[in-house]
């Protein structure tokens, strides 16, 4: 196909991996480790407060699901709002709100100021995440895209990892060890601005609001850029001023995710996001806190904890070489069925080593799984609802995240880990299964209409 008849969206799709490419996953992924960042500390911030404040433990699974009540919310704002006034711009103004929202929650003085301001962390947390792995998928190569998203959502594990840390070596310090560890959420505030004037805007959200010569100029700094990793031999150049005239834009026909065309993967997007929702944070949100439970002391949970976390880096790593080998329907329900069988061990283990080994395997598997999902979503959609797509399975997804922190003090009661960990394992299964509804679209292009 020649110069002269490729659409934008048609010779980013053909380009090589370059290094304006790597700014973006790296600049977007920086954005995610801070968000992963701020969900991990609250998890060892609940362990720590169990012991300085004697919060019981329903009032501990408030601290960690009303997070996610703002999380539900903002995810379906933001995909709606990145689709009317654009990617950048919203995922800029998340990372400035959730900034704010955890550094205030430092000097929270009283549990209810404390759920206050995780409520409106979450607002930001919950709109920034699938704006992110929409603008990555925009932009990414059509045979390098399941990759670039895998490797943007490994940046979670990157976060996560860093909240071990700081909750590792920086909440046992005092009383007050917490607050400091909350304190570095402020870090987010700075980066907005690097967001801001740093990330590209979206091509195909520039060209439906008649913006050609943005969209323009953010595809030839692609094809100008040096590459990294060619795809293929042969050069794509840049489209001459010449060239295939610009489509009119067009919004006032919107096609709905639940339309005929697409109810049948809106639906089974959404139950998988359900499900991994409900068995990860329910069983990694209370990680310290169960430890702590079964006898380990603070510094000891939180050591393990760390261990355990450190697993997640090499299931994305599997994950991001499997979604291009396998495709992305084979991969998301092999890291599924891995995190059930891995949660039902996690749930009979009574030793350290035990606990350490399939603890392990969660991590793997199921960080493996949040990496294949965050590629097919935005793949199911066309450009016009990508963002509201992805937003809202992300936002009903949520309202399992809310669910979980809450119900594991009830499963506990009734039937200790064993049970906690059996339905984690019984809900990942349901989400493997959900995964045959979904259309396998490796390799193909991302739908405009």
Not at 38 to 50: E, H
Not at 68 to 96: E, Y
Request: with cysteine.
């Amino acid at each position: 196909m020649g110069p002269e008849t490729r659409t934008r969206t048609e010779r980013l799709d053909e380009l090589p991996f370059t290094r304006r490419h790597g700014r973006l996953l790296v600049g977007s992924g920086i954005g995610w480790a801070l968000d992963a960042m701020d969900v991990g500390l609250i998890s060892f911030v609940m362990a720590a407060l169990a012991v300085h404040w004697d919060l019981s433990k329903t009032q501990l699974s408030w601290v960690g699901s009303i997070g996610f009540v703002g999380m539900a919310i903002g995810a379906s704002i933001g995909g709606l709002l990145a689709d009317r006034i654009g990617r950048r711009q919203v995922f800029a103004a998340t990372l400035l709100v959730y900034g704010l929202a955890t550094g205030a929650t430092a000097l929270a003085g009283s549990l209810a100021v404390l759920i206050a301001l995780r409520f409106v962390v979450g607002l930001g947390l919950g709109a920034e995440l699938p704006v992110a792995s929409t603008l990555v998928s925009e932009y990414a190569p059509r045979k390098q895209r399941g990759r670039m998203v895998v490797a943007l959502e490994a940046f979670w594990a990157v976060g996560w990892i860093l909240a071990a840390l700081i909750g590792y070596f920086v909440i046992p310090l005092s009383d007050d060890g917490w607050r400091w560890a909350l304190a570095v959420g402020i870090v987010p505030t700075a980066y907005a601005v690097v967001v801001r004037l740093g990330l590209p805007e979206s091509v195909r959200f520039l060209e439906g609001r008649g913006r050609y010569a943005e969209a323009e100029a953010a595809v030839r700094s692609f094809e100008e850029s040096p590459p990294i990793l060619r795809v293929q031999e042969t050069a794509t150049a840049p489209e001459p001023e010449s060239g295939r005239p610009d489509p009119p834009a067009d919004d006032t026909v919107v096609e709905s995710i639940w339309s005929p065309r697409l109810r049948r993967r809106t639906g089974a997007l959404w139950a998988i996001w359900f499900c991994i929702n409900l068995s990860y944070y329910g069983a990694f949100i209370w990680l310290p806190s169960l430890l702590l439970a079964q006898g380990f002391d603070l510094v000891k949970s939180f050591q393990y904890t760390l261990v355990i976390t450190l697993a997640q880096l090499p299931g994305y790593a599997m994950a991001a070489w499997l979604i291009e080998a396998w495709g992305r329907r084979g991969t998301l329900a092999t890291f599924l069925l891995g995190s059930a069988i891995a949660a039902g061990l996690f749930g009979l283990a009574d030793s350290p080593t035990q606990i350490v080994a399939a603890g392990m395997a969660l991590s793997f598997f199921n960080l493996g799984a949040w990496g294949a999902l965050y590629a097919i979503g935005p793949e199911l959609y066309p450009t016009t609802v990508r963002g509201a797509g992805t937003g809202a399975a992300a936002a009903f997804g949520r309202i399992a995240s809310i669910i979980a922190p809450l119900i594991v003090p009830w499963l506990l009661t009734g039937g200790g880990n064993g049970l906690v960990f059996g339905v984690f394992a019984v809900s990942f299964g349901f989400a493997a299964a959900a995964t045959l509804a979904l259309p396998e679209l490796k390799g193909q292009a991302l739908a405009e209409r």
